[in-house]
């Protein structure tokens, strides 16, 4: 009986099970983070991200680094510097339903866009698209909890 108590405590000490290395991150804060990432407008991810994980995303989205979304992050936001603050402004006015992404509903987006111009009403409808061509909800539930 000690026996079977003492390997029992033996082999719990020496093989745990696997713990993930998932996070558990809102859906269009990842979004944003990784648009954000791909255009090299800002590292925003709120926490340190694995080796693997940042490799996974330029892995994954490589082939959408010329997506609309990311030219116009690239080419019209040119002249302005953005930080973590834009990316979680932007964030702050969305929301992702039924695999679609949206200004949330007491949110009026034009009256968003004109107290923040660098936005313009272009960047939602090309998020949008960003989301479903890129399947990133696929992406999101692989990697995310």
């Known amino acids: 009986m000690k026996k079977s108590l003492l390997f ?6 020496f093989f745990q ?3 993930s290395q ?13 648009v954000f990432k791909l255009a ?7 926490n340190p991200l694995s080796e693997q994980y940042l490799q996974s995303i330029d892995k994954y989205f490589a082939k959408y680094k010329s997506h609309i979304l990311i030219r116009y992050l690239q080419n019209e936001w ?6 973590c603050e834009e990316a979680t402004s932007v964030k702050n006015v969305i929301l992702i339903e039924k695999n679609r992404v949206a200004a949330l509903p007491d949110v ?5 866009c004109k107290k923040n111009q660098k936005w313009g009403d272009l960047f939602i ?3 949008q698209d960003f989301y479903k061509a890129t399947n990133f909800h696929k992406f999101y ?3 995310i909890k």
Do not use: Q
């Not at 090299?40 to 709120?46: G, I, P, Q």
């Open 22 to 34: 998932r996070s558990t991150v809102d859906e269009k804060d990842e979004l944003v983070n990784i």
């Open 78 to 83: 040119a002249e302005y510097t953005f930080g």
């Open 8 to 13: 029992l405590i033996f082999a719990g000490l």
């Open 108 to 112: 009026n987006y034009l009256e968003f």
């Open 17 to 19: 099970p696997a713990v």
């Open 141 to 143: 539930k692989k990697y």
């Open 40 to 46: 090299e407008k800002s590292d925003c991810f709120a």
């Open 125 to 127: 409808p090309f998020l």
